[in-house]
């Protein structure tokens, strides 16, 4: 078990550009959150997946981000057209869900900064 | 929706000594869990400790125990015998019971261990 990991661990990247972040979350489990933490601010949630299905997407900041989770396994989010206003942390999770008890552990990887310039 | 407010941006403590984190939330559910996250420098969230709303005991992890007070709506974390590796963004979050299980934080609060 190597825990929750995300690639890349920072981005720079110019504004209009498209960047794509990857999450491969602990490998049993079958939740996977993308959260984004801006400077001085607690994680805020994006959206989630249960197995390769998307649950929850009207948290997403703007129709420019998307994610996708093929096959229930790693996640990416992507982020189209870059903003400055997109500088900031992209933090993945995951947990197990069983049966009808949801109230299990998160855990979150170390996070991907993105830099806009 | 649940709000979670952390009215400490920054505390400081003496090593071995301990320090309390508040926290208050908001919900109209009655079904919820509340946790401590550990943000190190290293940025990664670590899970501190846990509580189910249902439950009265408050949650201990060693250390790290919680007065947990349903009626005031109010979390604290406790850290006894402060340890120089327990300096890092605490949050505190919330989730209910049943649904997406996403978790709503605070802003945050910067912990200072001097020793």
């Known amino acids: 078990d190597t825990g929750v990991s995300q690639d890349p661990r920072h981005k720079i990247t110019k504004r209009g550009q498209n960047v794509t972040f990857r999450c491969d979350p602990i490998?049993?489990?079958?939740?996977l959150y993308w959260y984004r933490q801006t400077l001085g601010q607690g994680p805020e949630f994006l959206t989630y997946?249960?197995?390769?299905?998307?649950?929850?997407k009207s948290r997403l900041l703007s129709d420019r981000f998307s994610a996708e989770r093929p096959k229930g396994s790693f996640s990416t989010l992507e982020i189209q057209r870059t903003e400055q206003g997109d500088s900031a942390m992209y933090l993945c999770?995951?947990?197990?869900?069983?049966?009808?008890?949801?109230?299990?552990?998160?855990?979150f990887g170390e996070g991907s900064w993105l830099t806009v310039v | 929706a649940q709000t979670v407010t952390q009215s400490q941006p920054e505390m400081s403590v003496q090593e071995a000594e301990t320090v309390t984190l508040s926290c208050t939330y908001d919900t109209s559910e009655s079904d919820y869990y509340l946790f401590w996250y550990k943000q190190p420098p290293s940025r990664q969230m670590i899970l501190v400790i846990r509580q189910e709303a249902y439950k009265q005991q408050n949650a201990t992890e060693n250390r790290f125990s919680v007065n947990f007070q349903k009626a005031a709506k109010s979390f604290s974390l406790k850290i006894s015998d402060s340890q120089l590796g327990d300096a890092a963004m605490y949050f505190c979050a919330c989730t209910l019971v049943g649904g997406s299980y996403q978790l709503t934080f605070g802003k945050g609060t910067k912990l200072s261990v001097i020793p």
């Open positions: 997946f249960q197995n390769e299905a998307q649950l929850e």
């Open positions: 490998s049993e489990h079958n939740r």
């Open positions: 999770a995951s947990s197990l869900r069983q049966g009808g008890f949801s109230g299990n552990t998160i855990y």
